[in-house]
């Protein structure tokens, strides 16, 4: 069943997915600056060329790509944990580093539930789940960790005209602080959809609301949880592990890192994978 999303939740949402859409259109607000020399190169651009006048013709690109939040796009992990072990002291139980690493990219209610369980908590995993998403929203309002890379290169596959999605199991509340600084063209949360990670479905979704095919798209993931979710809508997976293991399966390829990658690079790996398209 849907979660039912609060009304600060679906504010938070469709305030994202706003100013998703004025970024798309060029709005006049304030955007991100490059944190790094990169730019979006041509094959043969030198790296340190300016943007205009780039062309993008020769490079096989996907028709979208779809970015997971916590743990590949901003290192919000530890924040998580930290959360987790605060609400299992306030029960007198202790919350290991292992226990943490358990959750690491299952939709928010099913941790709610093992949290629940394993504190055998009177509050029920709505409860646990909302009290973890108010605390890490907080969090993020005050300051974004990055994960290395990042948000450079977001906004070098937005000079390239690629369509963007943030593809996240965490509520609105916590994606909108990194919606609202991306060029998104869409946004979906695991507040709004049924099934959550490993589930297609917001994978799915998110393509549908770009208009495009999942099969076209590149996910970028850090979890085995998500790459499932991505592989099983039909997607290519870039995987960037961080805290977690993620096998190599067909359609997947992984990096060590996003800091090493320009838009040319990250394309070339979407390519280097899509002949395995699914049908």
Known sequence: MTQTPSPASSNALAEANQRCWRCRKGHNGPRLQRTSARTPPGRDTPRNAPDQGITWSHVSTPAAVLWDLDGTLVDTEPLWMAEEAAVAAEHGVEWTEQDGLELVGNALLDSGRILQRKLSSPLTPEEIVDRLVVRLADSLRGDIPWRPGLPALVEEVATAGIPQALVTMSYAQIAAP???????DAVVTGDVVARGKPDPEPYLEAARRLGVDPRDCLAVEDSPT???????????????????????????VVRKGLEVLDATELFDLWASRSADRLR
């Open 226 to 252: 998500g790459a499932a979710s991505a592989n099983a809508a039909g997607c290519v997976v870039l995987v960037v592990p961080h805290l977690v293991a993620v096998p190599l399966t067909p359609r997947r």
């Open 178 to 184: 990194v919606a609202e600084v991306l060029p998104f």
